[in-house]
């Protein structure tokens, strides 16, 4: 690393898990393309929006984590491997191959035919606290609502599901637990052991008694077809779950704390639903649940703004910082539901560009559409710099806890 490596822990201070955006448009302007160390791996973040945009396209940064280097064990550690032999850590053609069996579970027609269930849950999760005036938006809501609906797709029973959210809870929450780092490290591999495990087992059991679902169509892709092996499938399974949830849970937490602290925003919403899905893509570009790309790895040295990337190096493409930029973005800072559905990068580009995009879209204009609907007066119960974040250093930018009041 050169010279000018900045130390992980002087960029992901307590100031940038509440708002890291100063720090992003600092870097974008001092050190678009920043080298960064840290006791674990260290990296190169890349900031600007065109940067960004090119290093999600370029092949020489590879999402093969699995070739000479170790580089999945030096950034999820062990146990992670069985979970993560998927198209998000494959190149083409592997990656083609993937993602195009996955994708068929994913068609327009069967997704559309899900928009009736995904409202009925958002209604039953409301029902539930409607009454009381306040609650844990978290917890009671953004958490639960996307689980249960890709519980639904994967075919999880029921019973097991709230099992399954608290052990991928472990390890969205990974570093807030206060616990010592030895001891969150062992947890967080005791969670990816266990979802192994469950995962193995799901597929087991969809292989005795298939059904409607995904899990039991890539098992048939698994078995009938040859084209995914045992290990793809068990992994496969995993990416769908964590990326299905999590990412959406964080987006309705992220996207109502940003409209309850711009209140005109907010009220033109109420007044005109119609802004609904343009105002899903502007809350995305505005604060966005994944920070960073997944990490790429330089195949060969590369060059982006004169900053030569040496071979082996792990990239991250910094999509929150990219959507920020002014370059792109006109007042890029400011919060604005009318503005043109513009290209922002929140679910990605390239190759690995969001599969779960429909999903996720109509998740979030049911979810938040209704949560505006039925809870009248809807305000943060604590100023917003006292709610609990997930750590600056975290993968994810997401909340702990959302506590809010409404009228009754
Ligand atoms: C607001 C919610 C969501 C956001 C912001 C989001 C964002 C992203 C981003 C940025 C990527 C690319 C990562 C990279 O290039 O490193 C990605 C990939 C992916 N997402 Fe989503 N996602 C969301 C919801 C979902 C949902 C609901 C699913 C459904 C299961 C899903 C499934 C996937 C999959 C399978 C990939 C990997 C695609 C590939 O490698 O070809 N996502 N997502």
């Known amino acids: 690393m050169t010279e000018n490596a900045v130390p992980a822990a002087e960029l992901y201070t307590d100031e940038f898990a509440v708002d890291p955006y100063p720090a992003f448009a600092k870097l974008r302007v001092d050190s678009p393309v920043c080298p960064v160390t840290s006791p674990r791996f260290d990296s190169y973040l890349i900031t600007r929006y065109d940067d960004a945009k090119a290093a999600l396209m370029d092949p020489r940064l590879s999402k093969d984590l699995y070739g000479p280097g170790q580089h999945f064990l030096r950034i999820f550690g062990p146990n992670s491997e069985g979970l993560n032999k998927n198209m998000l850590n494959s190149d083409p053609p592997e990656h083609s191959r993937l ?18 269930r995904i409202a009925e849950i958002v209604a039953g999760l409301l029902d539930r606290i409607v009454p009381d005036g306040h609650a844990d938006l978290m917890r009671d809501f953004a958490i639960p609502l996307p689980m249960m609906v890709i519980g639904e797709l994967l075919g999880i029973p029921d019973k097991d599901r709230q099992t399954v959210l608290e ?6 929450e990974s570093g807030s637990s206060g616990r010592p ?10 969670a990816q052991a266990w979802l192994h495990g469950y995962l193995t ?24 077809e040859g084209v995914l092996s045992e290990r ?6 995993f990416l769908l779950l964590f990326a299905g949830h999590q990412t959406t849970a964080d987006f309705i937490g992220n996207a109502t704390v940003a409209l309850l602290t711009n209140p005109a925003q907010l009220d033109l919403l109420r007044a005109t639903p119609d802004l609904l899905p343009q105002a899903i893509e502007e809350l995305l570009r505005f604060d966005g649940p994944l920070p960073v790309a997944s990490p790429r790895i330089a195949t060969e040295e590369v060059e982006y703004q004169g900053v030569r990337i040496p ?20 007042d890029a800072d400011r919060l604005d539901l009318c503005r043109e559905r513009g290209p922002h990068l929140g679910f990605g580009h390239g190759v ?42 975290s993968p994810f930018r997401g909340l702990i806890e959302l506590p809010v009041r409404f009228t009754a």
């Open 352 to 393: 690995h560009y969001c599969l779960g995009v429909s999903l996720a879209r109509m998740e979030a204009q049911i979810g938040i559409g209704e949560l505006l609907r039925r809870l009248p007066g809807l305000a943060l119960a604590v100023p917003p710099e006292e709610l609990r974040r997930l750590p600056a250093a």
């Open 181 to 190: 780092p030895a001891e969150e490290k062992a947890r967080v591999q005791e």
């Open 311 to 330: 071979e082996g190096s792990i990239v991250g493409v910094v999509i929150n910082s990219a959507n920020h930029d002014p370059a792109q973005f006109e």
């Open 232 to 237: 793809e499938l068990v992994s496969t399974t």
């Open 99 to 116: 993602r195009q069996i996955t994708s068929r579970a994913f068609a327009p027609r069967r997704l559309e035919a899900l928009r009736p």
């Open 167 to 172: 052990w991928t809870q472990v390890i969205r």
């Open 201 to 224: 087992e799901l597929v087991a059991a969809k292989r005795i008694r298939p059904g409607d679902d995904m899990v039991s169509m890539l098992v048939a892709a698994c078995d009938e």
